[in-house]
């Protein structure tokens, strides 16, 4: 037993044992135990003070509600505990590095959080008078205006939602141009490369586009010659659509000759922007022969992920598909700015994509991002972003097995081949890190690398962060080449165990029902 | 720079580690006639956060806030108060800067919200299932119309004439890519059960929604009842989720998805987004469904946990075969939709509901009272359609002159529809007895 020089005991072994995992209330430590709220909350509990009610007759004309909905309430010291306390079950950016390949997880600075919230943006209404609105609707131009020059492209698509949103916008588009062509009915295939997120053939596929994939070459870009191919007869090719820098991180080479060869094709070229921050301020997308490409601001531009979302996903579009931009958008008039809502006023325009004129809440803090990086930080930015997937990939390299060779983007992406004949498998070293403090990287995706483990840790981190990352993971990689079979069940430090996934697909129980409590009382 | 951690000595050290001379080494692959020497030309450089945020605030109060006076603007999107503690749950650093939930053993918490948000989103429509959401009521709504004729195997959807024009339009952009056609009834005040009639055995689906655009409650049980012996589904839209406290749910009435806006609980007006779009159906349909779910299991230890699950309908498993391609939803919406749900229950919903409905009432009665004005929503939830004998912008444009917001004209919502005079006004709790007399006062004063 280790005591220290004043006697107090400083192994859990003085009081008998490990004791960790079972104690009376559940809770361990810091980590509180928490029901869910239908066994902790109360149909008689409200956390809310509400004026008391008239007792008008109402007018609903008889349609009125058969039962009540039954949901519990807490009030609210209860609800604040409720969320904290699930809260500490998270892992965050605000905790520790979240190397998560392709969601570029950055800081995300509080200033635009404390921006977004101010009246003159979160109070106001989408239907309101135009003329009440000028201060927002200069945000959405000063923020197009930074896009379209950051890119080189003459327009820019402002409301999507997402990236997933940003590309059906810029599909789209490019559906419109082809049927103004008289080809909607004959240009159907498009051109994506295996490499590709899945948001890229269901987008294409959602616009009634065919997908016809690619090869990837042998040093992770798109196989040139398999591309030449499949535009041999290409009377019926509609586009590509390329990630650039890539999936696996890397720059696409020979982008130029791939927009030539799509365009003589009679085809446009789409570009996913996800990547955008390893080459914001070194490299114009519009330099490249993009046709559309969406930006996800809450990716480069560090709007927060909020756990899945949302999102924001402007596409800019080039001089050839601008016409047929979705509604709204905003123009200038001699009485400020107003926007074109309406088919009628824009009969080119593919139409509308969802209510409203786009993610607001995402424009302001983009914008505050953009203000406070300037032209030379953005610039900085995608280099300390490379800087730092290049550091890690230089690391990792005697302990892992890099995919490719050469330097990457912003990414480092690995295999699993320094797995080899160990039984130990990418999803293990996923977890391992777990234990040690980290959120794993992407596993298994790009589908063109076997095993695939994808690290992004951006440029919010400094170089004792990546060191102490780096030291975590080859120290698991090494314990994985040694056959470490604690590894096949970790985590063993996290708020939970490996979850059945299986289990939850098999028989899916999507809500809380009383038999499902019971369930759990009898188990 | 203040967000980068890098010193000059750092980079210098990385590179020697690395090998390369500079970061230019990195951006070898690009062409060089797109290398750019140096920054972006003709953009500023760096500001501080006192710079930034002084730019902000500037345009900031060049718009007109909701709370600055009398407000009356719904069409989809509604002023609703939010507890305090519903944004301090939302910035918290476990829940605002975490990504989507793939590793469950580290992300319990967002995970169980998301369990919680569904069972509720259930309850609260009288659905079987719900999704962890989509980006807002109006894709939402496209969804439900592929999805319906995915279900179906048919390629024709009926939209009423009461359902929100954004809505309308968003779904007919949708369908149209995917090769389904569209059936726009003419825009009503009161038509959403002629729905009925616009059904036949090629029908995927009928979209109606209640309370409809210009407020009116609709029962679409009838609708439901004509669409079913067709083999056509009955989805029933809403964009007033508070309603749901009063309204009678598009369970109790049929429908077979049920898809809406939820901003109105826990998510400011933020001019239009971001807003948390509710997607709910039936069981039998649930994986037909778009979007991501969280459901029950246990871990390694039997301990009760949660999961992302049934993956097999979405992009990344199934690319070009998912049921929608979403990725990226609305998840901090969620999250303060949930939280602001759990704080009300349904005690505070159905009093939330109740002083709407009330607030609505005294609205109708005031300005019924005013020469000139008609009311045209008999029966209605929060929100209402009156018209004039004078051009609607004509009149809102002298509302605002003496501060009053009014409402939303019927000609930006339907232009070219012959309702040049009608406005569509909401009242929520967070409208005064003094904001609506106010407005009764000015539209006399406007009218006269
Ligand atoms: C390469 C790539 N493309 C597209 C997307 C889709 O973006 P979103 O999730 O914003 O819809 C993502 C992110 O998830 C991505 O990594």
């Known amino acids: ?523 | 720079m203040r967000y980068l951690p890098l010193t000059a000595d750092d980079r210098a050290d990385m590179l020697k580690t690395i090998g390369a001379k500079s970061v230019d080494d990195f951006y070898g692959d690009v062409p060089a006639s797109a290398r750019l020497k140096g920054p972006v030309a003709g953009l500023p450089n760096f500001q501080g956060e006192l710079e930034v945020e002084r730019h902000m605030t500037k345009l900031s109060k060049k718009n007109r806030a909701a709370s600055d006076g009398p407000f009356f603007v719904g069409c989809g999107a509604y002023k609703h108060h939010i507890p305090a503690s519903v944004d301090h749950i939302i910035q918290r650093s476990e829940f605002l800067t975490t990504y989507t939930p793939y590793q469950p053993e580290i992300a319990q918490g967002t995970l169980q919200t998301m369990f919680e948000f569904q069972t509720q989103v259930a309850a609260l429509t009288g659905m079987d299932v719900a999704n962890a959401s989509m980006y807002d009521g109006s894709t939402a709504c496209a969804e439900a119309a592929v999805m319906a004729c995915r279900v179906t195997k048919r390629q024709t959807v009926v939209l009423s004439g009461g359902l929100h024009p954004h809505y309308a339009d968003t779904t007919r952009t949708l369908c149209e890519a995917a090769g389904i056609k569209v059936i726009q009834l003419a825009p009503a005040v009161d038509g959403e059960l002629e729905l009925s009639k616009a059904v036949d055995d090629t029908v995927a689906c009928v979209i109606g929604q209640s309370p409809n655009v210009f407020g009116t409650v609709t029962d679409l049980t009838p609708v439901g009842d004509a669409a079913h012996p067709k083999g056509a589904l009955l989805v029933a839209v809403f964009t007033e989720v508070v309603s749901l406290g009063l309204v009678k749910t598009p369970g109790e009435m049929g429908a077979d998805i049920a898809v809406g806006e939820g901003q109105s609980i826990g998510v400011p007006l933020g001019f239009g987004g971001p807003y948390v779009g509710l997607f709910t159906c039936k069981s039998k349909f649930m994986r037909q469904m778009p979007g991501r779910l969280c459901g029950e299991t246990v871990d390694a230890d039997g301990k009760r946990g949660f999961v992302l699950t049934l993956s097999t309908r979405e992009q990344h498993i199934r690319r070009d075969k998912a049921t929608s391609n979403i990725c990226t939803n609305s998840g901090l919406c969620m999250l303060a939709f949930t939280a602001h749900m759990t704080l009300l229950g349904d005690k505070g919903l159905t009093h939330l509901a109740t002083l709407n409905h009330e607030a609505a009432c005294d609205l109708a009665d005031a300005l019924e009272a005013v020469k000139g004005v008609k009311v045209l929503t008999s029966r209605f939830f929060n929100e209402i359609a009156f018209e004039t004998a004078k051009p609607a912008d004509q009149v809102l444009a002298a509302l605002e002159k003496h501060d009053v917001i009014g409402g939303v004209r019927a000609s930006r919502l339907f232009p070219g529809a012959g309702m040049d005079n009608v406005i569509v006004a909401a009242a929520t709790e967070c409208c005064t007895q003094s904001d609506i007399k106010a407005y009764a006062a000015a539209l006399a004063e406007v009218l006269r």
């Open chain 1, 1 to 523: 037993m280790t005591m220290n020089s004043t006697g107090r005991p400083t192994s859990i072994a003085a009081n008998g044992g490990s004791g960790t995992d079972v104690t009376v209330s559940g809770s361990k430590g810091l980590l509180q135990a928490e029901g869910l709220i239908f066994e902790i909350g109360s149909t008689d509990k409200t956390g809310v003070d509400l004026a008391k009610p008239k007792g008008t007759k109402n007018r609903l004309g008889g349609v009125t509600r058969g039962a009540p909905s039954g949901l519990p309430g807490l009030t609210e010291p209860e609800a604040v505990r409720h969320y904290v306390r699930l809260s500490q079950k998270n892992y965050a950016i605000d905790l520790g590095l979240f190397p998560l390949g392709s969601c570029t997880m950055k800081h995300n600075p509080r200033l635009n959080e404390k921006v977004a919230r101010l009246p003159g943006f979160a109070d106001v209404h989408p239907m309101q008078p135009q003329a009440t609105v000028q201060g927002a609707l200069e945000v959405i131009e000063e923020l197009a205006d930074w896009l379209m020059k950051l890119t080189n492209m003459p327009a820019v698509a402002m409301t999507p939602k997402a990236g997933a949103h940003g590309e059906l916008a810029g599909m789209l588009a490019i559906r419109a141009a082809l049927i103004a062509r008289g080809e909607g009915e004959t240009r159907k295939r498009v051109l994506v490369p295996v490499s590709a997120h899945g948001t890229n053939p269901a987008t294409a596929a959602q616009c009634g586009f065919i997908i016809d994939e690619i090869n990837a070459a042998a040093d992770g870009r798109v196989d040139l010659e398999d591309l030449k191919s499949k535009l041999v007869d290409s009377s019926d090719v509609a586009g590509i659509m390329l990630t650039n820098p890539n999936t696996c991180g890397l720059f696409e080479r020979d982008i130029k000759e791939i927009a030539d060869l799509i365009h003589k094709a009679g085809g446009y070229f789409y570009c996913d922007g996800a990547n955008f921050n390893a080459i914001v301020g070194r490299v114009r997308p519009g330099d490249l022969g993009v046709d559309a490409m969406h930006i996800n601001l809450h990716k480069t531009f560090s709007t927060p992920h909020g756990g899945g979302g949302p999102g924001s996903g402007p596409t800019v579009l080039s001089a050839a598909l601008a016409p047929y931009a979705p509604v709204p958008f905003i123009v200038k008039t001699d009485d400020g700015l107003r926007f074109v809502e309406h088919h009628d006023e824009a009969p080119e325009s593919f139409g509308r994509m969802c209510a409203f004129h786009g993610q607001m809440g995402m424009f302001t803090r983009a914008l505050a991002y953009i203000l406070s990086h300037g032209a030379d930080g953005l610039r900085q930015v995608a280099e300390d972003a490379v800087l730092n997937a290049n550091y890690i990939l230089a690391r990792l390299k005697p302990v892992m097995s890099p995919a490719f060779e050469g330097y990457c983007m912003h990414e480092a992406l690995f295999s699993d081949g320094f797995l080899k004949d160990t039984g130990v498998e990418t999803i293990d070293i996923a977890k391992g890190l777990i234990d040690e403090g980290y959120h794993p990287m992407t596993m298994y995706f790009p589908l063109v690398v076997h095993g695939a483990m994808l690290i992004e840790p951006t440029e919010t981190e400094s170089k004792a962060e990546l060191d102490r990352f780096c030291n975590a993971l080859a120290s698991i990689a090494r314990r994985a080449v040694q056959k470490d079979p604690s590894l096949k069940t970790a985590p063993h430090l996290a708020p939970a165990r490996r979850l059945d996934e299986t289990r939850a697909a098999r028989s899916p129980r999507l809500k809380w029902t009383p038999e499902t409590a019971t369930l759990k009382a009898a188990e």
